[in-house]
């Protein structure tokens, strides 16, 4: 049985996460293959990306259970790209369109949400009547790229930096895809709008379109680049006769230039995977294996009552729906709660999910999942909670003939919580066996963002996968696996350890000023490392603390600040009696501080990046106190060992007031990536800023507040490291005279 893994990341908002680096690479989650026909049929269609590539939808996709498109130029309202139907009324027409989905929940009778969990998409059918009007019928589907101003009008902006648009759609009839401006403009132009066609298509079609693509009916007086720079509104129309009636679905949007990315053929779902022997399964998944004859998950965080980890199935019986599951023996099933039979047959939680809507006002549901600490007592059904931080996400394998989306549930009863926006993550439909890692930072309730996902996970009740769609809807699902995050993805990501050896390692001087050597057959402990090396401890012993013993500890730094979500994820779970953080689990694991940088950022113009730093001297009290400053200059500069599948820098950090004058531009080296142990070794004149020269890398070392190691990479992508000794330039050059 073919076996497949997927990455689901945190990061850019709106389903921005594609796959990056080749096939042969740990590729990050992707989106359906192009489906186009040849532009020779086809001779409206321009630009087209060919099969070999896949698009990166960066600012929308349907099948995210998103509901706002993540233009990146809101004017502050917080009104830009929300959908909204528009058509010919104001000039006398009367075409309509009505949705392929009730558009309504139990929050409100004008939702679209249901529309775009429906149909993945905005769907719905266009009915054409062009009235009293003088032109053509037209209707359609739009969004403001900007937002509206207090006053209700679009506003306009400068989107040159997309390029162009991509979109994923189907339609019966072809689509004009128009730039409106602000309301001046239009005017002037007598709204020809510059615009571009979409061919119809009854199956996904993908089709990327550059500003330049975009160009006026009648005499050209503007071009599609300049109205980029003052885009108000995308319109996505139909015109036709009176009568004329077309099926849309407008399923995803992404901006021109972002990434086109190879297309790995062999995967058949529609995520970048890569594939994986079915046997390394057994030795993933460290909560639950059914291949084990298991019917718990082992959470590890029980409430002493022994009922964490059981499956069960809930549904939306409470309020008037008929939905079930169908177990494929029933009288295996379910006896004195437990699934043990059905797992021991079918290798897993495999059933077949009825949807019924019944009397129900939502959308039909059903599911299965455990409780993460337990209920109350024997007599209860409410679950309580527990921390799950330290599982850093989850990990699982399933096959499904639906999709279905994975909740984190609060205290209380299953049924109470079904009425609740669980943050949660959509995960596609897969006949083969396909295993998915999310971290926690990627679960988003659907309609608010106030419970984020690692927010959730510290309160953290059940895990639920819960399958919607309509009335008379029926797929089988089978859950294979369960782990978290943090312990599978060592499994398969992490650089295997390399053990000490009693050879050494010398340091060689090159041609250039920065000397790197291979230590393919040494380790950290062969080599001097004065300050630190994991074999003797956990601390870098700077011989600079400030009376605080605070000076030297390990910890972790990303780019939330910056708007991304890039996050390290390590091998075990970090924490000792004392402390939370402390990294001695992941030094012990690794012989060194290892860890996988997942990178996610939700500003085009801005890398993602993450990383390990340590204080040089320590916080000026113990607790609450502030980073200070040390001259290290007898330092000489620094020597480390490491190995990585990344370029990175390491920085001179300084106190954060010096870093903003400076604009953040600290002096810093860059160090290239090693698959085998290396060696690096700079004196801190090679030590430059990146953009200016205002500050010599021998003048940050007697101001010297930290030692950052940062990582830095595209969003969507992820690369491993392990920091594996550190030392003074000084002693360790010296050591190997």
Known sequence: MNTKLIFTLPGLILFALAACSDKNSNNIIGYEGTTEESNAQNPSKTDSIPTS?????NLWNGANEEYVINTGHDNGNETSGYWFFFSDNRDGGSSNIKYSVDKSNEYSDGDITPIIDGCQGMCGTISLDK?????????????NVAGIDDEGAPVATDVSDWGGICIAYTSDEDISVEMSMDEATNRSIDFDLPKATLAKAAERNEKCLAWKDFKQSGESSISGEDAAKNLATLRFTIYGETGTQAKLNIMALGSYNTPKVPKDDSTKSSSSVNSQ??????????????EEYEDQVYTGLDNGTETSGYWYSFDDDYDGGTSRFSWPHEDWCCEDDSMLGIIEEFGGIS????????????????????????????????AQPADASSWGGICFAYESESDFRVEMGPAGHPDNQSKQDLPGKYVQASPEETEVCIPWSDFKQKEGNEIKGEQAAKQLASIRFTIYGQDGTTGKINIKGFGSLNKVVQKEEFIEPILPESSSATIHNSSSSQQIISMASASPTSHNFGMWKPANGYQVYTGLDNGTETSGYWFAFNDKGDGGYSNIYYPQMLGNEYSDDAYETIIDYCFGLCGTVMFSQNNPDLDAYAGQEFLVSGYSEPIGGKPTAADASEWGGICFAYESTMDFYVELGLDSDQEQVLSYDVPSISVKASKEEALKCAQWSEFKQARSSTLSGEAAATQLVSIRFRFTGKSGTQGTFNIKGFGSYKAETEASL
């Open 131 to 143: 009235g009293s009007s003088s032109g053509k019928a037209f209707a359609g589907l739009a969004f």
């Open 277 to 290: 022997s079915s046997s390394s399964k057994d030795l993933r998944y460290d909560m639950w294996n059914p």
């Open 351 to 382: 059933g077949t999910a009825i949807l019924g809507k019944g009397s129900l006002k939502t959308t039909p549901f059903v599911g299965i999942g455990f409780n993460v600490a337990g209920v109350a007592d024997d007599n209860s059904a409410e």
């Open 53 to 57: 590539t896949e698009i990166h939808f």
